[in-house]
């Protein structure tokens, strides 16, 4: 069985994101001030950690999704 959490969801990334605080409405890039909450939030929270080609390709929400989700599978 199975006990880790699933990978975030675009919903759950950007209520993370709203946790550093307010962003304008259908902002889809991810900033580097973003970017560095995100990853800690991440590393945090499943204990894995990002590497630097992998934080290369998170420039938006869903490549942010699509590169977690990536890291989190691999490392089960």
């Known amino acids: ?13 950007i ?3 709203a946790g550093l605080g ?8 991810i900033d580097s001030m973003e970017l560095a909450w995100l ?3 991440v590393e945090q929270r499943y204990g ?3 590497g630097d080609d992998q934080l290369e390709r998170m420039t938006t ?3 942010a999704v699509t590169v ?9």
């Open 68 to 76: 977690i989700a990536e890291v989190l599978t691999s490392h089960v």
């Open 48 to 50: 894995v950690e990002l």
């Open 15 to 17: 209520g993370w994101l």
């Open 39 to 41: 990853v800690h939030q």
């Open 22 to 29: 307010e962003r304008p409405p259908g902002t889809d890039r």
């Open 1 to 13: 069985m199975n006990s880790n959490p699933p990978p975030p969801g675009r919903d759950e990334i």
């Open 61 to 63: 929400v869903d490549d």
